[in-house]
């Protein structure tokens, strides 16, 4: 559990310094967007409305249904892997090795389930630009 707890504080402390930084730089890029537009913008452009074309799909479920069937998929894998396997034979160590099986085989399905997502919103946006 202590190891646990560690990996989560450096998350946390990871997560909230990259959005810091994603903060300032992302100002920075739009103040950049709007002085290279102020040039460019006319009364005209207003009256009628910025020009937006918005994005014909949103992969998000794709990917969180995606990610979930990969684990769901890695802790099948693990728990078969551990019931079909000898492991009293290592003794003591026996629990670690079975954690160790089982964030592996999670891990592998959450990257393997991302990945296919990937392959279905990169063919999808292909069939879309033909």
Known sequence: MKELMVVANV?????????????FVGRKERMMLIEKMGEKL??????????????????SALRWGCLALG???GLLTGYLIVCLSDLESLGYQ??????IIYGASVLIGGGLGLIVSYVIELRQKNKNKI
């Open 42 to 59: 006319t009364p005209e452009m207003l009256k009628e409305g910025l020009p937006y074309h918005p994005c014909m799909f949103s992969f």
């Open 11 to 23: 998350a946390i402390v990871f997560g909230v310094v990259y959005k810091l930084f994603e903060l």
């Open 71 to 73: 684990l769901g998929f």
């Open 94 to 99: 026996m629990g670690e090795t079975v954690s």
